[in-house]
């Protein structure tokens, strides 16, 4: 038994590897947060990678929903 955050552990529950024990039991929510040096301003890459980051850990986060 471990506790780690959804989106962590998504591609395994999708798989069957893992297996929620307590689906009515949720821990304390996490923040992500994405930091840059404002000086240099938000490049492209930047603006990019932090577009994928929202994407990929909102998918995540809403697994049971599929």
């Not at 930047?46 to 994928?52: G, K, L, P, S, T």
């Amino acid at each position: 038994m471990l506790l780690r955050l959804l989106w962590d552990v998504t591609p395994y529950l999708y798989s069957g590897s893992l297996r929620q024990l307590l689906p009515d039991w949720h821990g304390a929510l996490a923040d992500i947060w994405a930091l840059y040096p404002p000086r240099l301003g938000l490049s492209a890459k930047v603006r990019c990678f932090v577009d994928f980051l929202v994407v990929y850990f909102d998918a995540a986060a809403n697994w049971q929903q599929a």
